[in-house]
């Protein structure tokens, strides 16, 4: 069932949680970092990634931030959403990685 | 030069050196895309290395979006000259207006990146600034 009103009601939405592998050559450098964040602004969901399940996480909305991840080639990206459109938000986060930020 | 029609921050780069200026300002259109007004202005008046004022308000028309413009500069003049021609400009446009404390290329790109994201003149100039934080 999808209980929209409850949703807003309580303003709360479930945290969605997913993992890609970088496979970029040079890894999640100055390109990739610029289109990853461009991406996730495109959403009004608050989005994390780390290199590691439990974190530290990141805001994938900072340019700065998320550049100085500088996560290499084959490190996995966790990513953590909520928001009303987090499930397409995350569907375009892991396509993204999962391309190759299309220079892959 | 180069501009794009969009509600989205513009964003000018300053540098002493033309060249400069113009290969940050191709970083920019390469990796951050169209979405964001550009322009660029380098050398001075007679076409050696310096800025000039009158390039700089012709960058700022170019790159003018109502949502404002920040501008990247290099070193000490570049900074001065674009602050006088801010202060050259209509009161209105003024207050839109904003000279980042950040490296010029990497402040461009960072620049460019949040203004794409439809992000306001205030999140622009800070993201960029964030880089020497």
Same mark, same amino acid.
């Given at each position: 069932?999808?209980?929209?009103?409850?949703?807003?009601?309580? #303003?709360?939405?479930?945290?969605?949680?997913?993992?890609?592998? @970088?496979?970029?050559?040079?890894?999640?450098?100055?390109?990739?970092?610029?289109? @990853?964040?461009?991406?996730?602004?495109?959403?009004?969901?608050?989005? #994390?990634?780390?290199?590691?399940?439990?974190?530290?996480?990141?805001?994938?909305?900072?340019?700065?931030?998320?550049?100085?991840?500088?996560?290499?080639?084959?490190?996995?990206?966790?990513?953590?959403?909520?928001?009303?459109?987090? #499930?397409?938000? @995350?569907?375009? @986060?892991?396509?993204?990685?999962?391309?190759?930020?299309?220079?892959? | !030069?180069?501009?794009?029609?969009? =509600?989205?921050?513009?964003?000018? +780069?300053?540098?002493?050196?033309?060249?400069?200026?113009?290969?940050?300002?191709? !970083?920019?259109?390469?990796?951050?895309? %169209?979405?964001?007004?550009?322009? *660029?202005? &380098?050398? %001075?008046?007679? =076409? &050696?290395? =310096?800025?000039?004022? /009158?390039?700089?308000?012709?960058?700022?028309?170019?790159? *003018?979006?109502?949502?404002?413009? /920040?501008?990247?500069? %290099?070193?000490?003049?570049?900074?001065?000259?674009?602050? !006088?021609?801010?202060?050259?400009?209509?009161? %209105?446009?003024?207050?839109?207006?904003?000279?980042?404390?950040?490296?010029?290329?990497?402040?461009?790109? +960072?620049? /460019?990146?949040?203004?794409? =994201? &439809?992000?306001?003149?205030?999140?622009?100039?800070?993201? /960029?600034?964030?880089?020497?934080?």
């Amino acid at each position: 069932m999808h209980d929209v009103d409850a949703g807003r009601a309580a #303003e709360t939405f479930v945290t969605l949680t997913g993992s890609a592998v @970088l496979v970029n050559p040079v890894g999640l450098h100055a390109r990739p970092s610029v289109k @990853l964040t461009q991406c996730a602004k495109g959403f009004v969901a608050k989005i #994390e990634f780390a290199l590691a399940a439990d974190g530290p996480w990141t805001d994938a909305k900072s340019p700065v931030k998320v550049m100085r991840v500088k996560a290499p080639q084959g490190a996995t990206l966790y990513f953590c959403v909520t928001g009303p459109d987090g #499930e397409a938000a @995350l569907a375009a @986060l892991l396509t993204l990685v999962h391309d190759g930020f299309g220079e892959a | !030069m180069n501009n794009s029609n969009s =509600g989205n921050v513009g964003i000018v +780069i300053v540098s002493h050196s033309p060249k400069i200026a113009e290969g940050a300002a191709d !970083m920019v259109r390469q990796m951050v895309g %169209d979405a964001v007004p550009l322009a *660029w202005t &380098g050398g %001075d008046s007679d =076409g &050696g290395l =310096g800025t000039n004022v /009158a390039g700089i308000l012709e960058a700022i028309e170019l790159a *003018w979006s109502p949502a404002g413009v /920040a501008i990247l500069v %290099d070193l000490g003049g570049a900074e001065t000259n674009s602050e !006088m021609a801010v202060e050259m400009l209509a009161e %209105d446009r003024r207050a839109r207006i904003v000279v980042c404390n950040a490296p010029v290329v990497e402040g461009a790109v +960072i620049a /460019a990146t949040e203004s794409s =994201g &439809g992000s306001p003149l205030a999140t622009v100039k800070r993201s /960029a600034e964030e880089f020497y934080a």
